[in-house]
């Protein structure tokens, strides 16, 4: 091989190292646009109650701390791999929560441990600090929003608004339908009144507290009494006594099985047994641990039991 023929070899193979490495060069620069892109699309912002959060685009280990809203996930496809203990005694969503363990609010090293990338609590969560250095965290105040609005302000927090927006669709049109069949049944003019022993104390409910007051009061559009209406839907519950019950009593009771060892001694009391709506056999009991949650899967079996309640024949 001659001086000259080694020379150009040389050149060649040294041109062609510079394209290879500006070559490399490229598709790194073209994987970290990539990289970032992706990265980009991985998280979003939610804009809460609790200002900005930056949250995964797509959540999948959610970990519901709020008592009463594990059903919404449930109804948007998400299973919470962490809830409290309350929705796991709600019947109507049969073994939908199994694999979903059980943190209470203080139970910090245990959600730390299950290391989740989303976390919803209520907006007075005293652990919120903690939770905010475990995941993202979005709040939400309980009676800042009716339960339409709930659902879809947590499919916002997940990114399933779509999804959220078309069941509260479809949920006013089984609404209306339920709603003429009830009225059809018993008239329009009906009062309803919704009771229930907690512990000791016994409380009548608004509008929008749960225990089938969002289906009585706004889906179906029946009449509280007066007075109920007047002392209760605006703070939404009131500590009664058995002597009171009379003062918000309607033409129908929807009473409670009650919770936290209730004591329902008023069920044997010649108050309670004189009230009309026990005599006409318009006193309905329901279970309170199922119809404490007001998501919508409640809703549609809470729905279901109450029409059926009250357009059977007696």
Known sequence: MTKRTKQLLITFMTMLLVFALAACGNKSEEGASSGEKDSKKETRIYKGENGDVEVPAEPKRVAMMAATYAGNLLD???TPIAVNEYPKQNKFYGNKLDEAEVVTADSYEKLLELDPD???TYSDDKNIKKYEEIAPTATMTYDKYDYKEQHVEIGKMVGKEKEAKAWVEEWDK???DARKKVKDAIGEDKTFMVMEAY???MYVYGENWGRGTEVI???LELKAPKKLEEDVFGPGW???STETIPTYAGDYIFVGSGAGNPDNSFLESDVWKELPAVKNGNAIKFDS???YFND???LEKELDFIVKELTKKK
């Open 238 to 240: 009131k500590a009664i």
């Open 296 to 298: 919508p899967i409640s």
């Open 118 to 120: 989303l976390i919803i």
């Open 199 to 201: 512990g000791k104390d």
């Open 174 to 176: 089984k609404a209306a």
């Open 76 to 78: 948007l496809g998400i």
């Open 289 to 291: 641990e199922s119809f």
């Open 217 to 219: 009061y706004q889906a």
